[in-house]
C-alpha cells in the first residue's frame, strides 16, 4: 500500500496510543499530545480516527504478507517453513510491539463495519501462509490428519495470539524469541505425527 512516512509515524504513533489505553483513548487530541503536532497538522494526513485504525490495520496485513512471502520463498521442508514463518512473525512483533494490539482487535471490532473487514483482511492474510504449510505437512504425513486442517490452522493461530497476549500483559518485559521458540517446539510436538505409533 501506498503510506507516506509522516502516515506511518500516525500510525505507529496510534499503535502506542492503542496499546496503553486502548480504543477510548486514541483521540485526534491524544494523538497529536503523543506527536508533538497540532489536531489540523494530523487531519491533513487522515480524515478521521477510523481512517488511521484503517491503514494500520491494511500496513500491518500488507507488511505481513510481503514478509512472509519472502521468508517462505525457499526449498526449506515443511517443519522449516512452519518455524520460518514463526520466527518472521514474532520477531516483526519483538520490534514492532505498537502493533501488537491490532492482533488482538481490542475495542476494534465495535467502531464500525469497514474495520471489522479490515480485520477479516488481517486474518485472511496469516491464514493465508499457515493453512499451505499446515496442508502440506498432512499431505507428506508428518502433521496429523485426526484434525481438518482449517481447525488445525485455527489451533496454531490460537496457541500464537495467546503467546503474544501474554507478553503484552507482561508490558513487553519478557523474552518473546524465547518463549515462542518454545510455543513452535510444543504445537510441533502436538500436531506431528509420532513415526512410531
Not at 62 to 85: A, V
Request: glycine share 4%; aromatic share 8%; net charge positive.
Amino acid at each position: 500500500m501506498n503510506i507516506t512516512s509522516r502516515q506511518l509515524e500516525i500510525i505507529e504513533s496510534a499503535g502506542k496510543i492503542l496499546t496503553v489505553s486502548g480504543v477510548s483513548g486514541l483521540t485526534i487530541k491524544n494523538l497529536a499530545k503523543e506527536m508533538n503536532f497540532s489536531e489540523s497538522a494530523i487531519y491533513r494526513h487522515f480524515p478521521s480516527k477510523e481512517k488511521i485504525i484503517i491503514t494500520m490495520l491494511n500496513y500491518l496485513a500488507d507488511s505481513i504478507d510481503e514478509r512472509l512471502l519472502k521468508t517462505l520463498n525457499n526449498p526449506d521442508n515443511t517443519e522449516g517453513k512452519f518455524k520460518s514463518l514463526f520466527r518472521s512473525q514474532i520477531n516483526y512483533f519483538k520490534n514492532n510491539p505498537h502493533f501488537v494490539v491490532a492482533v488482538f482487535s481490542d475495542g476494534l471490532l465495535e467502531e464500525s463495519q469497514q474495520i471489522n473487514e479490515t480485520i477479516k483482511k488481517l486474518m485472511e492474510t496469516k491464514i493465508k501462509h499457515l493453512m499451505p504449510i499446515i496442508i502440506e505437512g498432512q499431505k507428506n504425513g508428518l502433521f496429523t490428519n485426526n484434525v481438518k486442517s482449517e481447525e488445525l490452522t485455527n489451533i496454531v493461530m490460537g496457541a500464537f495470539r495467546m503467546l503474544l497476549y501474554k507478553w503484552k500483559v507482561e508490558n513487553f518485559k519478557s523474552d518473546i524469541m524465547l518463549h515462542g521458540e518454545n510455543m513452535v517446539n510444543s504445537i510441533l510436538s502436538i500436531i506431528k505425527v509420532n513415526p512410531h505409533q
